[in-house]
């Protein structure tokens, strides 16, 4: 243009002389032009340098609006319609009111929006929503329609509360790696980069659909929040968790909510490899150790308060909560809290939580009385070691249920013989898991007797025992909770096993003898064999006399527990036979009933007790026949 004007001065320069000749007014208007065009240029790379996403979107989405992804990597985007922009870009409406005026998601969206109860959460302010294109809805795939479901509407509203962001965030203040906040809670990942502007990995179609409450970013697919455990496979820094974990993915797939405490692997690297090496071994124990990790509802940092505790999925065994500088869950610092999954909530920790023995375990769950009884018995210490064993836990109603003075019998016996019968009675020396059982089981006890199983609809059963809550791992076995005591044997076998009552066992069944009605509990004084050789020839001639042999053993039979704790001097007890018996505590000797000695006490049976004894009692008045 210069060549249009006299000499070789400037454009600038010749304006400011004021010296042209009419036939440089049209070189003039030229240069004008370009003046005006570089001075415009100038001004849009100044505001796209202020505002770097506003042409980068044009460049990278298209001047038709849709993104250039490889339409193959999402399935929505396969089959997309030749139009590219759904929405009108700027609405004198709500963000439901612009939905509204599109005839497919007037027929869904809104619809699920209503559903949802999430109305005005749509109509506030401000608010970006990234929703997926009308032609994902028009699909009636099983993906959608799930959704319409009644039992998911909690699903829904999580969905939608997904695309919600509770701020005004258009085009041109999205960064590449940002990670936008979302009204429910899981953060939405952008990247931006030379193959199209992406939310959740899916391109962005059209961008900046205004309207009077917010702005709208459309999708090129269907995305829902991410779960737990994908949740944890993306992170990077949860590969030993993610390994470890043969059951997490099926757990932590579920559509419930979870809260997981999920150790790092820095972590699992502070666990002896040893220890390590043993618990991936057995998939079961593993499958316990990492449901001690998890909470079968959601719990975040707001709700944890200090001595708080919460019931784990393993077996039901409690976390604890401190709060100091950080929160703590059983002694470990949580680093990061309420990552936010559509299936609950996870929480970092430095380290692992190490499974706790199962007399630990027993006492922080309630169970006190089979503590006690545990420590009465000296077993404290052989059950804290690490075996394989299986213990069938009373709950302590269920030693509260057995006869009065039961309890306190076993407890306060000088060898304690009984008591260990009767724990031992609950343990298996092996670990059972409740899949393991069935209907018609024996399973042979540390006692030495065995357990009969049975499995219905009503639930699994341990010699009738009802088995509440199952499959505690602990470091030391696996526990079962029941709401009966599991007393080892009958009285019949009481007598049987001990050698010393084949007479008084014969005598019974030839009375027909199988304990009092209802199976109620009741107390024998047992004559030994060497008592009744006392009777010599007498002995032969009851058993030939039914109903003076019925009235002399009825005569040794109290109803009810009458344990040695409860006997006094000159306590007097009524037989079944009608007439009371007396016991008598001489000073310095065995305890007496009636004329004989009462040689052992308190042999606990299921359905009595036994009390030895070295003589043949007679009711007052008989006459031997």
Same mark, same amino acid.
């Given at each position: 243009?210069?060549?249009?004007v006299?000499g070789?001065k400037?454009?600038?320069?010749v304006?400011?002389?004021?010296?042209?000749?009419g036939k440089d007014? /049209?070189?003039i208007m030229?240069?004008?032009i370009v003046?005006?065009?570089?001075?415009?240029?100038?001004f849009?790379?100044s505001?796209a340098?202020e505002?770097?996403i506003?042409?980068g979107?044009?460049?990278?989405?298209?001047?038709?609006?849709?993104g250039?992804?490889?339409?193959a990597?999402?399935?929505d985007c396969?089959?997309?319609?030749a139009? /590219?922009?759904f929405?009108?870009k700027?609405?004198?409406?709500? #963000?439901?009111?612009v939905?509204? %005026?599109?005839?497919i998601?007037?027929q869904?969206?809104v619809?699920?929006?209503?559903?949802a109860?999430?109305? %005005?959460?749509?109509n506030?302010?401000?608010?970006t929503l990234?929703v997926?294109?009308?032609?994902v809805f028009?699909r009636a795939?099983?993906?959608l329609?799930?959704y319409?479901?009644?039992?998911?509407?909690g699903?829904? &509203?999580?969905?939608l509360?997904f695309w919600?962001?509770p701020?005004?965030?258009?085009?041109?203040?999205l960064?590449?790696?940002m /990670?936008l @906040?979302?009204v429910?809670g899981?953060?939405i990942s952008?990247?931006?980069n030379?193959?199209?502007a992406?939310?959740?990995?899916l391109?962005?179609?059209?961008?900046?659909v205004t309207a009077?409450n @917010?702005?709208?970013h459309v999708?090129?697919? !269907?995305?829902?929040?991410?779960?737990?455990?994908?949740l944890?496979v993306?992170?990077g820094?949860f590969?030993s968790?993610?390994s470890?974990?043969?059951?997490?993915?099926?757990?932590?797939?579920?559509d419930?909510?979870y809260?997981?405490f999920?150790?790092t692997?820095a972590a699992?690297?502070?666990v002896p490899q040893?220890?390590l090496k043993?618990l991936?071994s057995?998939?079961r124990?593993?499958l316990g150790f990492?449901?001690?990790?998890?909470l079968?509802?959601?719990v975040?940092s707001? *709700?944890?308060?200090? =001595?708080?505790t919460?019931?784990t999925?393993?077996g039901g065994?409690?976390?604890?909560f401190a709060?100091?500088d950080?929160?703590?869950?059983?002694?470990?610092r949580?680093?990061?809290?309420d #990552?936010?999954?559509s299936?609950?909530v996870i929480?970092v920790?430095e380290g692992v939580l190490a499974?706790?023995?199962?007399v630990?375990?027993?006492?922080?769950l309630?169970?006190?009385?089979?503590v006690s009884a545990?420590?009465?018995?000296?077993?404290?210490?052989?059950l804290?070691?690490?075996?394989? &064993?299986?213990?069938?836990?009373?709950?302590? *109603?269920?030693f509260?249920d057995l006869?009065?003075?039961?309890?306190?019998?076993?407890? *306060?016996?000088a060898s304690k013989t009984e008591?260990?019968k009767?724990?031992t009675?609950?343990?298996?020396n092996? $670990?059972?898991y409740?899949? %393991?059982?069935y209907?018609?089981q024996?399973?042979?006890?540390?006692?030495?007797?065995?357990?009969s199983?049975n499995k219905?609809?009503?639930?699994v059963?341990v010699?009738?025992?009802l088995?509440?809550?199952?499959d505690?791992?602990t470091?030391?076995?696996? #526990?079962?909770f029941?709401d009966?005591?599991?007393i080892?044997?009958?009285?019949?076998?009481?007598?049987?096993?001990? =050698? +010393? !009552?084949?007479?008084l066992v014969?005598?019974l069944?030839?009375?027909?003898? %199988?304990?009092?009605?209802?199976n109620?509990?009741f107390?024998?004084?047992?004559p030994?064999?060497?008592?009744?050789?006392?009777l @010599?020839?007498?002995?032969?001639?009851?058993?030939?006399?039914?109903?003076?042999?019925?009235t002399v053993?009825t005569y040794h039979?109290?109803?009810?527990?009458?344990?040695?704790? +409860?006997?006094?001097n000159?306590?007097?007890?009524?037989?079944v036979?009608g007439?009371?018996?007396?016991?008598?505590l001489?000073?310095?000797a065995?305890?007496m009933?009636?004329q004989a000695?009462?040689l052992f006490l308190?042999?606990?049976?299921?359905?009595g007790?036994v009390?030895?004894v070295? $003589?043949v009692?007679l009711?007052?008045n008989?006459s031997?026949?």
């Amino acid at each position: 243009y210069q060549r249009r004007v006299r000499g070789t001065k400037s454009l600038i320069g010749v304006l400011k002389e004021g010296r042209f000749e009419g036939k440089d007014w /049209r070189g003039i208007m030229r240069a004008s032009i370009v003046v005006l065009f570089v001075l415009a240029s100038v001004f849009a790379l100044s505001l796209a340098q202020e505002n770097k996403i506003s042409l980068g979107f044009e460049e990278l989405i298209g001047s038709s609006g849709y993104g250039a992804a490889d339409p193959a990597v999402v399935l929505d985007c396969q089959n997309a319609p030749a139009e /590219r922009i759904f929405l009108p870009k700027s609405n004198p409406d709500t #963000v439901l009111g612009v939905l509204g %005026q599109d005839p497919i998601y007037s027929q869904t969206l809104v619809r699920w929006i209503k559903l949802a109860g999430l109305t %005005q959460l749509f109509n506030s302010n401000p608010i970006t929503l990234f929703v997926p294109a009308p032609y994902v809805f028009s699909r009636a795939s099983a993906e959608l329609l799930k959704y319409e479901l009644p039992e998911n509407v909690g699903k829904l &509203r999580k969905l939608l509360q997904f695309w919600i962001s509770p701020s005004y965030s258009p085009a041109n203040k999205l960064d590449d790696g940002m /990670r936008l @906040g979302t009204v429910f809670g899981q953060p939405i990942s952008i990247v931006l980069n030379g193959t199209g502007a992406y939310a959740n990995g899916l391109p962005l179609t059209q961008v900046d659909v205004t309207a009077t409450n @917010g702005i709208i970013h459309v999708v090129g697919a !269907f995305f829902e929040p991410k779960g737990i455990f994908q949740l944890l496979v993306e992170n990077g820094n949860f590969k030993s968790l993610v390994s470890a974990g043969v059951g997490v993915n099926k757990i932590l797939s579920l559509d419930e909510e979870y809260t997981l405490f999920a150790p790092t692997d820095a972590a699992f690297s502070k666990v002896p490899q040893q220890d390590l090496k043993t618990l991936l071994s057995d998939a079961r124990k593993l499958l316990g150790f990492l449901n001690y990790h998890l909470l079968n509802t959601k719990v975040t940092s707001k *709700q944890v308060t200090h =001595g708080l505790t919460a019931p784990t999925a393993n077996g039901g065994q409690l976390l604890t909560f401190a709060l100091k500088d950080y929160i703590y869950v059983n002694g470990q610092r949580v680093s990061q809290t309420d #990552v936010i999954a559509s299936n609950g909530v996870i929480h970092v920790i430095e380290g692992v939580l190490a499974l706790k023995d199962l007399v630990a375990v027993a006492k922080e769950l309630g169970y006190n009385t089979f503590v006690s009884a545990v420590t009465a018995a000296n077993l404290t210490a052989a059950l804290k070691t690490a075996e394989p &064993r299986t213990v069938f836990i009373p709950s302590d *109603q269920a030693f509260a249920d057995l006869p009065a003075g039961v309890l306190t019998a076993l407890s *306060q016996s000088a060898s304690k013989t009984e008591l260990i019968k009767v724990l031992t009675n609950h343990v298996l020396n092996q $670990d059972v898991y409740s899949d %393991q059982l069935y209907n018609g089981q024996s399973l042979l006890a540390a006692a030495g007797g065995y357990l009969s199983v049975n499995k219905n609809v009503s639930g699994v059963t341990v010699n009738g025992a009802l088995i509440t809550k199952a499959d505690g791992v602990t470091s030391s076995g696996v #526990v079962h909770f029941i709401d009966k005591v599991l007393i080892p044997r009958t009285v019949s076998q009481i007598l049987t096993e001990s =050698g +010393q !009552f084949s007479t008084l066992v014969n005598l019974l069944g030839l009375i027909n003898f %199988q304990g009092l009605p209802n199976n109620a509990f009741f107390t024998l004084f047992a004559p030994t064999d060497a008592a009744f050789a006392k009777l @010599g020839a007498v002995a032969t001639r009851l058993a030939n006399n039914r109903a003076a042999l019925t009235t002399v053993l009825t005569y040794h039979v109290v109803a009810g527990a009458a344990c040695s704790s +409860q006997l006094t001097n000159g306590l007097q007890l009524t037989t079944v036979q009608g007439s009371n018996v007396t016991i008598t505590l001489p000073r310095g000797a065995s305890p007496m009933v009636n004329q004989a000695n009462i040689l052992f006490l308190d042999h606990l049976g299921s359905n009595g007790i036994v009390h030895f004894v070295d $003589d043949v009692l007679l009711p007052p008045n008989f006459s031997l026949p």
